[in-house]
């Protein structure tokens, strides 16, 4: 069972998941290679991963069998527990509670080969839809407070599998992180009655100097103040605090935004590493004024070093006006292959 | 001139810095080699780098000249600038100020080869006598309110120079992370008027199962709730907020712990690429009764991936007893060379 640990001074939990220490990564990890050899999410494989919790998948076709698009498993090799109870208690000054929890994988698309710019774009509002179905079922789950949407694209974000997929993970408590900037922008809210998410679309689209791409329903810039070269956030225009509750034609929209922004940063550095993140309101607080959901997508172009994990600084030497002007005049038309 | 931006929700500052963009190394960074080629870091070469601020030399020796055993200099690359004032100002809805601070390294041995463990003691402690000037002096310049001593090593842990060599950051706020554990101590204190760090090594060398190494003046341990597989702590028995007050004795123990600590954690990781960081009071609040001072050592086995990014948790496959026993157990009679 992984042990979720609190930091006495700084707050921060981290799970302690030495079953996860036995999965087949060697420590430190290879290089990402397009591996000619076995890979557990390609189409025909459906055995080779736990059963399927969700897919689209055509009519006539049988769970854990070929004939999905998407398909959504839990993960192998687990950083939290689905069984079990919290069973919260102490070590002594320490604090610890049982690694409960769920972790769960997108597998985006039967094909080895395709990156998620290269879907369609009504392939990839069906993994947006997967995305939203699986947190809308994990929320009835009474022990979990946060659900994470994420995905790490290529080794040195972290991927251990090259096939394109994102994952899952509800937590049994808020993250740290999440907290964080809950509470910065419900101080933002307490002086000014104003979402800060919502302020700073006013102020983006009307500067213009930050914009990636817009449409009627989403804006993707540039941060203000970005941690990493070419980091790209993506905002829906309309005010909403939960990512699950977003409607169709929001969806529609919001995955050609996705697709856009991936493949302006693919065409512009070459098909780097990424992390992208869904940054949603905790389960039990859906409808929060003061929140904004969004996604932070972070091309892995820099290494973090000593200064950034004593100081919780970045150094960045992009601005995010360059970086933004860089990405907004890409020709899209004739996006290249991923390499 | 680098700008420091604030993050509207979450209050983290970014240092935009063009100018570091353009120093000589290739996005995304090549892997480390043993270069045969030039280092500006070699005695020598002292010409190569800006002029020295301090060194240990030999007493008929000039600056910038070889006979030097450790030399402090400005980055050439600086992440902030010396000159000028802060200029704190709006852009909208955002803050800014200019990037004033300033940044140096120490070159901790005239020889290429050698890596911290392989120093003497007495060569070690050089080093910190080295850091304990700095931070001395560059505590009298009035618009610096924190300065963070670290050490990159290897290309992972974000080095882009290999010769050996650690660096300070003067900033001229106090940055986040150090905020919160400040106030995290603070908490502890205010509620039970101990200091946190000081409750912390009376649980671990009462309990021994996280203890790395010991002596009268300093314990290594694994925290409680390591961010890292092998993450290793060393604090001073003896309560005090800031490091650059340590006295000789406790100054020459100090260089032992440091060197036996990373002498273990080498030969049981085939020395491994990894940060440390000094932890100390802010410039203007020395004295601190709930902060205790100390190095926090992170080997970099893993990625840090999009749930780390997303929610401030950390997944370590390695518990802290496990880390500690197995660097605990090392023998160092015969230490490996760097590989």
Chains 1, 2 share one sequence.
Not at 24 to 45: D, L, Q, R
Not at 231 to 258: C, D, K, M, N, S
Request: aromatic share 10%.
């Amino acid at each position: 069972m992984p042990e979720l640990r609190r930091d006495p001074v700084i707050g921060r939990w981290v799970i302690i998941s030495t079953e996860r220490g036995r999965r087949p990564v060697a420590v430190p990890e290879p290089e990402t290679k397009k591996e000619a050899g076995f890979c557990p999410f390609c189409e025909g494989n459906e055995d080779k991963t736990p059963p399927e919790i969700f897919a689209f998948r055509a009519p006539s076709t049988r769970p854990d069998s070929p004939g999905w698009t998407v398909r959504v498993v839990p993960n192998k090799f687990p950083a939290l527990q689905i069984e079990g109870s919290l069973n919260r208690r102490a070590d002594g000054m320490y604090d610890k509670m049982s690694g409960i929890g769920a972790h769960e994988v997108i597998i985006e698309t039967p094909d080895h080969t395709m990156e998620t710019s290269q879907l369609s774009a009504e392939h990839v509002r069906r993994v947006l839809a997967a995305f939203r179905e699986r947190v809308l079922d994990l929320k009835k789950d009474a022990r979990f407070r946060y659900i994470l949407v994420f995905k790490n694209h290529g080794q040195p974000a972290g991927a251990s599998l090259e096939h394109s997929h994102s994952q899952l993970i509800a937590t049994p408590i808020i993250p740290k992180r999440v907290a964080e900037e809950l509470d910065g922008a419900k101080q933002h809210y307490d002086l000014k009655e104003r979402c800060v998410f919502c302020d700073m679309l006013q102020q983006e689209t009307s500067d213009g100097k930050r914009i990636v791409m817009e449409n009627d329903e989403f804006v993707a810039f540039a941060p203000f103040a970005p941690r990493f070269p070419f980091e790209t956030w993506i905002l829906p225009r309309v005010h909403g605090a939960a990512f699950e509750a977003i409607e169709e034609v929001q969806l529609a929209l919001f995955a050609e935004t996705l697709k856009e922004t991936l493949m302006r940063i693919n065409i512009a550095l070459n098909c780097p590493s990424y992390n992208y993140i869904l940054h949603s309101a905790p389960c039990k607080t859906p409808d929060l004024e003061y929140y904004h959901w969004h996604v932070e997508i972070m091309p892995k172009l820099t290494r973090v070093a000593g200064f950034e994990w004593g100081t919780g600084f970045y150094i960045n030497p992009t601005s995010p006006e360059d970086a933004a002007q860089f990405l907004g005049q890409i020709s899209i038309e004739e996006p290249k292959e991923a390499s």
